[in-house]
Structures are given as structure tokens and as C-alpha cells.
């Protein structure tokens, strides 16, 4: 899978969840959307081009805005739960 393939079913996913999903939804949607953008302009400007390297970079933008405390603890349960679902298969 390309890198603007995997970028691409990413935000289709979370577009999804701004559709038609609830309040709560709807921010770990937005918010997961501005990490996954983040993480493929930071993919493209060091040059990683592979879906895992996309993945990475939004793991570690996600630990560190839940280390600098940037969410409630309900907020980082929604944003968390909504990546991994995102990410299934």
C-alpha cells in the first residue's frame, strides 16, 4: 500500500466518524485528522514514504500531546480508541 493510499483510507475512515458520528466522535475525528496531517507532511519532508512510517510518526505525536497533557483522560480513552480502530484491517 502506497503512502497516499494509507493517507487516504485514514482520513476516509475519520471522515466517516465527522459524518455521521456523535459529538464525542467528532472531536477525536478532528482532532486525529490534524495528527494524521502532521505526521505525512513530516513523512514527506524527511522522505519516508511507507505507510508504517506515517504510522509511526502519528504515534509518537499522539504519546507526546498525551504527555504534555493536552487531553482529559476521557478525551486521550475516545482519541486512542478510535486509532486503533481506524487502523484495523
Same mark, same amino acid.
Given at each position: 500500500?502506497?503512502?497516499?493510499?494509507?493517507?487516504?483510507?485514514?482520513? %476516509?475512515?475519520?471522515?466517516?466518524?465527522?459524518?455521521?458520528?456523535?459529538?464525542?466522535?467528532?472531536?477525536?475525528?478532528?482532532?486525529?485528522?490534524?495528527?494524521?496531517?502532521?505526521?505525512?507532511?513530516?513523512? %514527506?519532508?524527511?522522505?519516508?514514504?511507507?505507510?508504517?512510517?506515517?504510522?509511526?510518526?502519528?504515534?509518537?505525536? +499522539?504519546?507526546?500531546?498525551?504527555?504534555?497533557? %493536552?487531553?482529559?483522560?476521557?478525551?486521550? %480513552? +475516545?482519541?486512542?480508541?478510535?486509532?486503533?480502530?481506524?487502523?484495523?484491517?
Amino acid at each position: 500500500m502506497s503512502k497516499a493510499t494509507y493517507q487516504s483510507k485514514l482520513m %476516509e475512515k475519520l471522515d466517516g466518524f465527522v459524518e455521521q458520528g456523535t459529538s464525542d466522535q467528532l472531536f477525536a475525528a478532528e482532532y486525529l485528522h490534524g495528527h494524521v496531517t502532521f505526521a505525512t507532511a513530516k513523512c %514527506e519532508n524527511i522522505g519516508k514514504i511507507y505507510p508504517h512510517d506515517i504510522k509511526f510518526q502519528v504515534v509518537n505525536s +499522539l504519546r507526546d500531546a498525551l504527555v504534555a497533557n %493536552e487531553l482529559t483522560p476521557q478525551k486521550q %480513552e +475516545l482519541v486512542l480508541s478510535m486509532w486503533d480502530a481506524i487502523n484495523k484491517h
